[in-house]
């Protein structure tokens, strides 16, 4: 099929997730809750996930990465930070209105840096949700975290 036919593609139809109709994805543990819209779980969609993460106040997420999933994200709600690099010592801070992009196989520790309000952001990965726990850390290497 060419770029121009799937223009023109009759044989699928738009899907909508309605609100409570989402697919849940708990794989990192309490504190985070992750549900997706558009996903191979539940749509047509077969390069794509799409979805709502939201992190409980002093969250953070185990050492991952996300396999070969390009991954981009937008703040809705509260100020969070990506750990990467030697030690997870490097970071970026996001807050309400930011994007920001998690290359392919990249390290990383998601962290809600508030100790009393959620994280909310919304998640796109191609081709899929694909999230490979790695080893844990300590809070201490972490700058600046701190648990509720």
């Given amino acids: 099929m060419t770029t121009s036919e799937e223009a023109l593609r009759t044989d699928v139809v738009p899907v909508v997730t309605r609100a409570g109709g989402e697919a849940r994805n708990e794989n990192q543990g309490e504190g985070v809750h992750r549900i997706s819209g558009v996903s191979p779980q539940h749509t047509p969609a077969t390069r794509i996930w799409f979805g709502k993460v939201w992190n409980e106040p002093g969250f953070r997420s185990p050492p991952h990465h996300h396999g070969e999933a390009e991954t981009g994200g937008t703040v809705l709600k509260g100020h969070g930070r990506i750990y990467f690099g030697e030690n997870y010592a490097e970071y970026v801070d996001m807050t309400e209105g930011d ?35 790695l080893d844990e850390v300590d809070d201490a290497i972490l700058e600046g975290y701190r648990r509720a």
């Avoid at 392919?104 to 009393?116: K, L």
């Fill in 99 to 133: 994007f920001v992009f998690v290359p392919p196989y990249m390290p990383h520790v998601e962290a809600n840096m508030s100790t009393t309000e959620e994280l909310v952001w919304l998640t796109c990965r191609t081709p899929d949700n694909i999230v490979v726990n």
